[in-house]
Nanobody, 121 residues
Framework: EVQLRESGGGSVDSGGSLRLSCVAS???????MGWFRQAPGKEREVVAT???????TYADSVKGRFTISQDITRNTMYLQMNNLRPEDTARYYC????????????????WGQGTQVTVSS
């Protein structure tokens, strides 16, 4: 059974930092994975992803502040979040795309339960 488990969320002041972790079991952390977030009353949005060639993509709103990374020895994906803003407040999810035809499909097959991030001004 595949499980993705996020941790590291919390409450911080504006300008603070957090590092989210996503530990995988039953699945090997690799490319075609990403971080998403959903704020109350808003649609889920992509935050950062690893593409098939392990290139990183970021939402414009987090570029220069967030960094996605992996530690394959720990089978864990991370999201380092610096200079946090109140608009970053959301529940953050990690997800894995099994890929289709040898490429990342953009269809995420596995999701974690999420971790809450709250940034106060």
């Amino acid at each position: 059974e595949v499980q993705l488990r996020e941790s590291g969320g919390g409450s911080v002041d504006s300008g603070g930092s957090l590092r989210l972790s996503c530990v995988a079991s039953g699945y090997t952390v690799t490319n075609c994975m990403g971080w998403f977030r959903q704020a109350p009353g808003k649609e889920r949005e992509v935050v950062a992803t690893f593409e098939k060639d392990f290139s990183e993509t970021y939402a414009d709103s987090v570029k220069g502040r967030f960094t996605i990374s992996q530690d394959i020895t720990r089978n864990t994906m991370y999201l380092q979040m610096n200079n946090l803003r109140p608009e970053d407040t959301a529940r953050y999810y990690c997800a894995a795309d099994l890929g289709r035809g040898g490429f990342c499909s953009g269809i995420y097959d596995y999701w974690g339960q999420g971790t809450q991030v709250t940034v106060s001004s």
